[in-house]
């Protein structure tokens, strides 16, 4: 798809401006534009693997936050919401020099660019899925724990086999909109040097001085995954209503 797009600038001239563009860096036709392509598309591999990655544990982290927030006891919901304030409170790029430089010195270990990558991004993440969750359980009719409750269900399985069911089913758009929101997040992790999507156009720009051209394979990079995923997310929502 990245290369029919590339093809439809072609198509529409852009390639004819001879004097002020160079697609000739991304051009497929030539062994430059190939291999500055392939470079390119690589880094996209390194953006989604870290995007779902770290979206997957934000999703786990931010239900283990919104169940405490769901009690009738002060302590609980305390917690709850000193932990959704306070990572919300944090920007995500001055959480993410925190966890690179300053975790590692904390607690005396060793974290790839990687993992501090994921960690960072899943922490500001969870506080955003806890608050989703919590909304999402909350819509759920106060019928539905009392028809568990006659069967004899207790807490955990009525929130297994009776709440969390028909809250995913309403927080799923919420929870597709958070997966595009870390992956157009993910680029700041170039910062502490991850070969990911933008760092890896940073660095051609600056090996071919064509920041235009590159700049706008980066965009429809992002573009084109960003639009298959909300495709993904709309097709899910229409298999689970269905069931």
């Given at each position: 798809?990245?290369?029919?797009?590339?093809?439809?600038?072609?198509?529409?001239?852009?390639?004819?401006?001879?004097?002020?563009?160079?697609?000739?860096?991304?051009?497929?036709?030539?062994?430059?534009?190939?291999?500055?392509?392939?470079?390119?598309?690589?880094?996209?591999?390194?953006?989604?693997?870290?995007?779902?990655?770290?979206?997957?544990?934000?999703?786990?982290?931010?239900?283990?936050?919104?169940?405490?927030?769901?009690?009738?006891?002060?302590?609980?919901?305390?917690?709850?919401r000193v932990y959704v304030e306070l990572v919300r409170a944090i920007p995500i790029l001055v959480l993410i020099l925190w966890v690179y430089y300053g975790l590692p010195q904390v607690a005396s270990l060793s974290i790839s660019v990687f993992w501090a990558g994921v960690l960072a991004l899943a922490i500001s993440d969870s506080a955003f899925q806890a608050e989703i969750f919590r909304a999402g359980i909350q819509s759920i009719d106060r019928g539905q724990y009392e028809a568990a409750h006659s069967v004899s269900l207790n807490y955990r399985d009525t929130m297994r086999y009776v709440i969390l069911p028909q809250?995913?089913?309403?927080?799923?758009?919420?929870?597709?909109?958070?997966?595009?929101?870390?992956?157009?997040?993910?680029s700041l992790v170039s910062v502490i040097g991850m070969q990911e999507l933008t760092r890896r156009a940073n660095e051609l720009v600056v090996t071919e001085y064509r920041p235009l051209e590159i700049y706008t394979v980066l965009v429809l990079e992002y573009l084109v995954v960003i639009l298959i995923v909300s495709a993904g997310v709309r097709w899910l929502e229409r298999r689970l209503e269905t069931s």
């Open positions: 798809m990245l290369f029919r797009l590339l093809g439809l600038a072609a198509l529409l001239g852009l390639g004819g401006c001879s004097g002020n563009w160079g697609w000739y860096v991304v051009n497929p036709a030539t062994e430059t534009g190939r291999r500055n392509l392939s470079f390119l598309i690589d880094g996209l591999y390194f953006t989604i693997g870290l995007s779902v990655t770290a979206i997957l544990i934000s999703i786990c982290l931010g239900l283990m936050v919104a169940l405490p927030g769901l009690s009738r006891r002060r302590a609980p919901k305390a917690i709850n809250a995913i089913k309403r927080i799923l758009p919420a929870l597709g909109n958070q997966l595009v929101y870390m992956l157009k997040m993910s």
